[in-house]
């Protein structure tokens, strides 16, 4: 019996093998541009032009010559900017967003159901359509190169408000009741009972709202033009710019910008997948 | 009458406090509702009306005629060479990628299968790149004197080192290659998402009834994923006509704008160096606009037709 099991798996493992050679070609496809990156971040310009595809020892001099790219401002500098704008924006944005999901979702009638339709229409407002008046609106504002000329106009997105509004449904309305007998105020329920219960749809919204933000690059160009308010791909963007690229310098910064990203994947990977469908359920 | 008494006034507190409530869901979608208004519905209308405008971004006219900026883009060869740009993308990455989403799906699905986990996470790391990021990766892979050019030229494909990114052609290929390899994975994410809720009985049934597997994909897989493959069709559609940071970085437009596309020309236009034409700009924004809303529609129509 189980030597006849065996006989049937292994036959099932043999049927697969073309589905393992596509899924091996695919995941190498995949992976192989970030690890070429990497190695590359380590190989001096001319070896990197060259093919080399190993991992060299100029990574000290590509980093020496990274945090001398710019006179007038430091790299620590430009990260911090995309860590503050994004960390900034991705608070901001979920507590917008889950307020506003919580209410819809909880408090539903008629009226807030047809806003809610309205809302949505907003995901077809393309951002090259609205970039020229809201610069335009920033500026009057003297709010240029500022961390909030950055974040403003992402802080309430029609998908966010989707997804905790998708993922309320699953928060049991029973206990609000009890919570209203208990003496706990409307926003008392939402701080107190929904945020806890909500803690997962919170993380994946994290995750994206973050990755979102540090990966922003049209609407930073247009409103954060001081090198000093620039965010890393603005940085990265600039290197290679030059009319000759050092690809090793290039990589580094590239790494550099894609590093933050790649811990999150990498540690988070459960909650981004849910994050990026969070709200088709 | 003390008894009706008591229950005008327990449904007086009742309604009160309903009251309360109301009032309370409002404020909560309050803060939401004016930033999306504030930012994009308004910032909308607002283009709008610019694109009736001419001048430069400090004293803006109304335009003579009216319709000036629009019948401009009629006749800018560069505007109708961004759109088939963007149109071309489109049309040849969007399905390219969504069939590959759906099919890689569909074997990570498969319960025999073993390093699931790790194909999946190796074919779904591309998403965790910067989008400037990987554009510059893909401008350094396909560059003259890049790792492409060096394994072509190695293996005998390619005589001399080829200009990828400096011929039209090839330049556009290389956008496309670079979009499938950012989001093919991103897909299969929701379409893996999708195939879970699909009992696996289905499928077992379907076996026992002797479908092979082209038919049971063709028969069970597509009809129930239908749901998911619109909704990432118009997500997919909805980006690629708003493709930016590739065009900037990987080709910036060109050789010569051959290979710009609409958001991007519309960036030169009215952010470029010494360019503050937001009158056009603001034109062509709303025509994006426009193409994004019908195409959507058709979609969502499309997607509404029950068998």
Not at chain 1, 62 to 81: E, G, Q, R, Y
Not at chain 2, 55 to 82: E, H, V
Request: glycine letters at 6%.
């Amino acid at each position: 019996m189980t030597e006849k099991k065996k006989k049937n798996s292994s036959a099932i493992q043999r049927r697969l093998i073309p589905t393992y050679i596509f899924l091996i070609i695919v995941s190498f496809i995949s992976v192989f541009p970030i690890y070429w990156m990497i190695t590359a971040a380590t190989n001096q310009s001319v070896d990197v032009a060259r093919g080399k595809i190993w991992f060299g020892t100029y990574f000290m001099q590509n980093l020496n010559n990274l945090l001398n790219f710019s006179k007038d401002v430091s790299l620590a500098h430009t990260m911090w900017n995309s860590f503050f704008y994004a960390a900034l924006q991705t608070v901001l944005c979920l507590f917008v967003c889950s307020l506003a999901g919580f209410g819809f979702e909880l408090y539903h009638d008629k009226a807030k159901d047809a806003l809610f339709a309205i809302l949505l229409l907003a995901m077809m407002v393309p951002q090259v359509a609205t970039m020229i008046p809201l610069f335009k609106m920033i500026s009057s504002m003297k709010l240029l190169n500022t961390a909030v000329a950055f974040i403003l106009p992402s802080i309430s997105t029609p998908f966010m408000i989707m997804m905790f509004r998708q993922n309320s449904r699953n928060f049991p309305v029973d206990i609000m009741e009890a919570a209203r007998m208990d003496g706990l105020s409307e926003f008392g329920i939402y701080f107190r009972m929904y945020m806890p219960v909500m803690k997962s749809t919170y993380a994946a919204a994290a995750v994206i709202s973050f990755m979102n933000a540090w990966n922003a690059y049209l609407w930073p160009k247009v409103v954060m033009n001081q090198t000093k308010a620039q965010t890393m791909p603005m940085l990265i963007a600039n290197i290679a710019g030059g009319y000759t690229i050092d690809y090793g310098l290039l990589m580094l910064g590239v790494l550099f910008c894609t590093l933050p990203t790649l811990i999150i994947f990498f540690v988070l990977q459960k909650q981004f997948a849910e994050g990026i469908t969070g709200s088709v359920k | 009458m003390q008894k009706g008494g008591i229950f005008l006034n327990t449904e007086k507190k009742y309604k009160s406090v309903q009251g309360k409530q109301r009032a309370a869901g409002w404020a909560f979608l309050m803060p939401a509702t004016i930033l999306i208004f504030v930012m994009s519905f308004w910032p909308m209308i607002q283009a709008f009306i610019m694109s009736l405008q001419t001048g430069s971004s400090a004293n803006l006219k109304w335009a003579n005629p009216i319709t000036f900026n629009y019948t401009r883009m009629w006749q800018d060869k560069l505007f109708r060479g961004a759109v088939f740009n963007t149109f071309f993308y489109l049309i040849i990455q969007v399905p390219i990628m969504l069939v590959l989403a759906i099919l890689l799906a569909q074997l990570l699905n498969n319960k025999h299968l073993k390093f699931k986990g790790l194909f999946r996470t190796m074919i779904f790391l591309p998403c965790a790149t910067s989008l400037v990021g990987y554009a510059l990766i893909f401008k350094s892979l396909f560059a003259t004197q890049g790792l492409i050019n060096d394994v072509l030229v190695r293996l005998g494909i390619l005589e001399t080192n080829y200009n990828f990114l400096g011929t039209t052609g090839s330049a556009r290929v290389v956008i496309i290659l670079a979009l499938l390899w950012r989001w093919t994975g991103y897909n299969m994410v929701f379409y893996l998402a999708g195939l879970q809720n699909i009992e696996y009985s289905v499928y077992e049934a379907a076996k026992i009834d002797g479908a092979n597997g082209w038919k049971t994909f063709w028969h069970i897989t597509v009809p129930l994923l239908r749901p998911t493959i619109i909704m990432t069709f118009i997500m997919s559609i909805n980006g690629t006509l708003q493709l930016f940071d590739e065009s900037v970085n990987l080709t910036k437009g060109g050789p010569a704008n051959s290979t710009i596309t609409m958001s991007h020309y519309i960036y030169n236009n009215s952010f470029g160096e010494g360019v503050a034409n937001f009158g056009y700009a603001s034109a062509m924004s709303f025509v994006v606009f426009i193409m994004v809303a019908i195409l959507a529609f058709i979609n969502l129509k499309v997607g509404d037709k029950r068998d």
